[in-house]
């Protein structure tokens, strides 16, 4: 590599220094994600034969995956002889269109699947009020069973349905200053916090936030944190607030299993979870609410055991009003 830009090097988080007369094949550590990166594009370089190629690389990072589109071409021989690289960050983007796929197909379930399951109810009942008095024994048990399971799958479908219709609609946030740790008190008061360390920094500046949204954000979060403790001892939940430069941090972790590892990249993918009935749609809600409160998410393994959801808000500016 003769030349690169700050931009490629901030794209890959490493300096001009470490990538600049190096060959493609040679960035980064051996079996590190730079290295990976390198070797597949020269892979490309040499697959195309000299000629113009594209492709679509997924770069792991902490916590989520970075999406780069990049792009190979050979230099006119009159200019130079030689290749050019150039990548783009398209994370963003490729994000908001599965954003968008997700929400057309929570919009679909609502409507087709929805519409049939009352009728499946209510025909189970029916069928159980007619011929419980007909039947005797084991076969009215056996009629009580089967009833009973239709209903209850009925009612499943029902609530997967809703959920992901809530996150088709999800409502448009009304930005006001929020006391963050005021809202946190006011939330915590519903939960048993013995098992809890809640430290809430002192004196913090109101976020721009919207109070119903946010107490969904954090409901959510001290839920995940208490079903990841599920049947451990010893299990805590750490809730904090702090400053962190023009924002407000909330971070809610705890000491459980952590999350796996091939969950890590699509943690705020809808239906992407480890819970064996869940929706999967808890962290995606999380992640379109502090997005439209202009914030921004993290979650992390921790080194000790555990995990963290990290929220940060900016702090409210006059103009922040909608």
Known sequence: ?????????????????????????????????????GEKTAEHFISSDGGDWQAQFEFPRAGHMQMLLARGSKLPAEVQRGYTLVFDDVTKLIRAERDAAWGEVARRLAHEIKNPLTPIQLSAERLSLRLKDKLSGSDTEMLERATATIINQVGAMKGMVDAF??????????????????????????????????????????????????????????????????????????????????????????????????????????????????????????????????????????????????????????GDMQ
Request: one cysteine or more; aromatic letters at 6%; charged letters at 20%.
């Open 165 to 318: 219709a809530g996150y088709a609609r999800m409502p448009s946030a009304q930005i006001k200053p929020l006391d963050l740790n005021s809202l946190v008190r006011e939330v915590l008061a519903l939960y048993d916090t013995s098992g809890m360390q809640v430290e809430l920094a002192p004196g913090l500046p109101p976020v721009a936030g919207d109070s119903t949204l946010m107490r969904q954000v954090i409901h959510n979060l001290l839920q995940n944190a208490q079903d990841a403790l599920a049947g451990q001892s010893g299990g805590q939940v750490r809730i904090q607030t702090e400053f962190f430069g023009e924002n407000i941090r909330l971070t809610v972790s705890d000491n459980g299993p952590g999350f796996p590892d091939h969950m890590m990249a699509k943690m705020f993918e809808p239906y992407a979870t480890t819970k064996p009935k869940g929706t999967g749609l808890g962290l995606p809600i999380v992640k379109k609410i502090v997005e439209e409160l202009r914030g921004s998410i993290r979650v992390q393994n921790l080194p000790d055991g555990g995990a963290s959801v990290c929220v940060s808000l900016p702090i409210f500016r006059k």
């Open 1 to 37: 590599m003769r030349a690169i830009n700050d931009a490629a090097a901030r794209i890959l988080e490493t300096d001009i220094d470490t990538l600049s007369g190096k060959p493609l094949v040679e960035w980064g550590e051996e079996g590190n994600a730079l290295r990976a990166f």
